[in-house]
């Protein structure tokens, strides 16, 4: 029976310690699929996204004017520059070089420094961060936006407009004439306020893709924590309560077989003295 004790013992803290690694593993995977997903999410969205940041590029310039746009192209090299200064220690003391030492080492006559700056063209810069910022803003190889009046759309529409006004003056007061340059001028401007406005427009709904763009991402992000902090509270339960588990079962087990070996123990105390008292009974009544 204490035998058959400690086996059940021991067989409960194997199954508890087989359960939290399953639940454990359980968890992992449901981690692993959460960054997976999140990682899908992310590269699914980036196209519309960096998209997005061109077009609200354009349409700050457009609206608030400051610096061109560029589009395309490579993020420059940055390069890394370490230079070293060396400057007299000013706690250094000649006659007793341990005199003002924390450590008892002796202090040094000289103390160098090492800077690091970062360099993208002719631009410098203290940290790596700024000047990773700076090279991905201006790319080399890409293209300058021109700007409303030099895209594709108005320079068509304008030279339709302008060659049926030329078309138009050939048979009547001339090309050059005063009324048809007025002519050309009007319809230029016209075109240009009709026309700025819709693309104005265009530009907003092409921004506007790349923040709700950015906000499925930021939502995958968010999701992508949430879930992983339920798959790591589950694993850490899941490892908390087999550890629990184990210690249960072998305590069980243990006041189990204590259990057992007092109950032995206070049998085989009471079948000695039984047997002894009924020895002296018997021979009390027989012999006396």
């Known amino acids: 029976m204490l035998g058959a004790a400690v086996g059940s013992s021991l067989i409960g803290a194997a199954s508890a310690n087989k359960a939290a690694k399953s639940q454990a593993a359980a ?8 960054g997976r997903m999140y990682d899908e999410t992310v590269d699914r969205f980036q196209p519309s996204y960096q998209s997005g940041q061109n077009y609200l590029k354009a349409l700050d310039y457009e ?6 746009p560029t589009f395309g192209g490579t993020p420059q090299e940055v390069n890394e520059y370490t230079s070293s200064t060396t400057q007299p220690n000013a706690s250094y003391n000649p006659v007793n070089p341990y005199w003002n030492s924390q450590d ?20 410098m810069f203290d940290d790596r961060a700024s000047a990773d910022a700076y090279a991905a803003n201006n790319p080399t190889g890409g293209y300058e936006y021109q700007g409303f009046q030099e895209t594709p759309g108005y320079q068509w529409s304008r030279q339709q407009g302008l ?49 709700s763009a950015a906000g499925n991402m930021s939502n995958a992000s ?9 798959a790591l509270a589950a694993s850490g339960n899941a490892q908390a309560a087999g550890a629990i588990g184990v210690g249960n079962a072998l305590t069980g087990g243990i006041n189990n077989a204590m259990g057992i070996w007092n109950y032995q123990n206070m049998m085989n105390g009471g079948n000695s003295g039984g047997n002894n008292g009924g020895g002296q009974l018997f021979g009390g009544s027989s012999w006396g």
């Not at 968890?27 to 959460?34: D, E, T």
């Not at 008892?104 to 631009?123: F, H, K, L």
């Not at 968010?222 to 339920?230: H, S, V």
Request: charged share 10%; net charge positive; aromatic share 6%.
């Open 104 to 123: 008892g080492n002796a202090q040094p006559q000289n103390i160098s420094t090492t800077s690091t700056r970062y360099g993208v063209g002719d631009q």
């Open 27 to 34: 968890a992992a995977g449901q981690l692993a699929l959460q």
């Open 222 to 230: 968010a999701n992508y924590a949430t879930g992983g902090g339920n």
């Open 63 to 68: 609206l608030l004017g400051g610096d061109r």
């Open 163 to 211: 060659d049926a006004i030329t078309a138009g003056a050939q048979g009547g007061a001339g090309m050059f004439s005063g009324a048809t340059q007025k002519a050309q001028m009007k319809f230029g401007t016209g075109l240009a306020n009709q026309e700025y406005n819709n693309y104005l427009n265009r530009l907003t709904l092409r921004a506007d893709s790349g923040q």
